[in-house]
């Protein structure tokens, strides 16, 4: 089977909230061996936030460029940055927006979702210029083994302090000097 049997696009909905606006977002998620995974391009992206402190900025500065992770993993980044965010904000006097709130970033990936399923795998044949299973050799096409890698440095943490915490939720809580920052696995 090829990577393209398991990647999917899913698109999230929310209705208007309590204090929440309505809104859709996309994010590509993958399937290996009955593991969900959510894969995510920029995920620093959406954790920006106005006047940031110092201490928000070195969180931030701990963020993958592409972030893959299990959805369970992905809710505690998000709790964890958006309670730094939080207390970032009013340490500057400043209000929190409503879609700078735990609630409803938890909406963009956590909230009723649509899964479109790849390209067929005619259509994924078609793009990439194969016919038939064939390569442009004529030799039998075998699509390559999906990479999943996980860039969060619990491993390095654990091992260390003992706990499962990664270093987003250490750096947040003090634990990490600047010299053990962005030492991942």
Partial sequence: MSFYQFAGLCKTYWDNMTGFPAGDYEYIDVIVEGTRYILEVGLVGEFTIARPTK?????????????????????????????AAKDSLRSKDMHVPPWRRNGYMQSKWFGSYERLKNVDQAAARKASGLRSGKDL????AVAPPPAIYHYYCRVEVAGKVGLRVGKLAQAFNGGISGNNIGNGI
Avoid: H, R
Wanted: glycine share 10%.
């Fill in 137 to 140: 050799e004529g030799n039998e």
């Fill in 55 to 83: 201490g928000y900025l070195s969180l931030l500065a701990e963020f993958p460029q592409i972030f893959v992770g299990k959805p369970d993993e992905l809710k505690q980044v998000v709790k964890l940055m958006c309670t």
